[in-house]
């Protein structure tokens, strides 16, 4: 996992430094305090995973420690010594790691659900394909995420207990490099699954714990990073983001590449197809439907083919995600079978011509 942090020097400061997490471990709670009161004194679990910690490219590598059942954390990047030669202590680390660990989970299952058919599928963190039909290699993970799962580094189990957690999932587990994973539910079925429950916290400690993470992330996050923790693993509307003032109208039009009134929210997709400066890679999504339409692609349509999708050409951009780089156009108002039936329609026009061939 990928954060901003400011080392100390025997946790006793400096900018934030760029930060990779290489193993998560889990401390008593007298542990963690004595760390803390005593930060030059020799720690076995420092001794025990030197490999984990290292300077690489201008990024530390680090250690994170955990309180058992706490929430908050230290990072640790000791070369040398056996204690905490250079340590940062994060509060609300452990929701800061749960929000990116659900945020990769969330991805995992759509990944599986767009590439693999019912009952069970597996992805696989070793490049090598699982034994139906989707997989995502630990690599990608850490392309995307910035996070590093590896057999024992206390992230994988973080994950395999988000992956549980995820609407529709039976199983998950961890064996040999690859993680399986089971689904029992029928692709629709996942789909109405996909709102998680709530976790039985009253409205106002749900809010406090919710300030506490919307706080540290504004602390340790900064542009896309910032957005993706707000946005993706926070919920936030582009709205929301505006309204509070986490993100300026300028930042977020860089961050989602279009034109800042899209980001004011109410343009059909009519006026989007009119609209100037774009993306070419920009797509239609619904919060439920795990279809993606170009928007190029809606060029494609005859004027009566327009007219048979007049409900979803008269929908709202309401939210904007970014996905690589990559705009996702988010309407309401509209079912979202019509995003559906437009993107079997497109596919079946688009299989046509390639049946044809080239023509002489």
């Known amino acids: ?83 905490p030669y250079y340590a940062a202590y994060i509060s609300g680390m452990r929701d800061i790691l749960n929000a990116e660990l659900e945020r990769a989970a969330a991805f995992i299952v759509r990944q599986c659900m767009e590439n693999s058919g019912e009952g069970n599928w597996c992805v696989s963190f070793n490049g090598r394909p699982g034994s139906a039909h989707g997989y995502v290699a630990c690599r990608e993970l850490e392309e995307r995420f910035g996070l590093v799962i590896r057999d024992g580094n206390g992230l994988d189990a973080l994950l395999m207990d988000a992956l549980r957690r995820q609407p529709g999932v039976t199983g998950a587990e961890l064996n040999d490099g690859i993680v399986e994973t089971a689904c029992g539910l029928s692709l629709h079925e996942r789909q109405d ?15 406090e714990l919710f300030e506490n993470a919307v706080s540290s992330a504004l602390d340790l996050y900064r542009g896309e990073d910032l957005y993706a923790m707000l946005h993706g693993s926070f919920g936030l ?53 795990v279809f993606l339409v170009p928007v190029e692609d809606l060029k494609l349509l005859t004027d009566s083919g327009r ?39 497109l596919e079946a026009h688009k299989q046509a011509e390639e049946a044809m061939g080239p023509l002489m």
């Not at 305090?33 to 910690?53: A, D, H, V």
């Not at 699954?193 to 809010?207: L, N, Q, V, Y």
């Not at 279009?258 to 989007?272: K, Y």
């Open 193 to 207: 699954a996909r709102k998680i429950s709530s976790a039985g916290f009253s409205p106002e400690r749900a809010a």
């Open 1 to 83: 996992m990928k954060i901003k942090a400011s080392f100390r020097y025997n946790l006793t400061t400096t900018p934030g430094n760029d930060c990779r997490i290489e193993k998560a471990v889990e401390l008593s709670p007298d542990d963690f305090f004595q760390m803390q009161i005593g930060p030059l004194q020799e720690m076995p679990f420092i001794t025990e995973n030197k490999n984990c910690m290292f300077d690489n490219g201008g990024v530390k590598h680090c250690l994170l420690a955990l309180e058992q059942g706490g929430l908050d954390g230290v990072l640790i990047q000791s070369t040398g010594p056996d204690y």
């Open 237 to 289: 509307t582009i709205q929301e983001i505006r309204d509070h003032g986490y993100l300026s109208d300028q930042e977020l039009a860089d961050i989602c590449q279009v034109p800042q009134q899209v980001l004011e929210g109410g343009m059909t997709v009519r006026d989007i197809l009119a609209l100037d400066g774009l993306p070419e890679d920009a797509s239609l999504a619904h919060k439920n439907s």
């Open 307 to 345: 007219e048979d999708f007049a409900a979803l050409l008269d929908a709202r951009v309401n939210d904007i995600r970014v996905d690589e780089e990559t705009p996702e156009l988010l309407l309401d108002g509209v079912e979202a079978s019509e995003l559906d039936r437009l993107h079997d329609e």
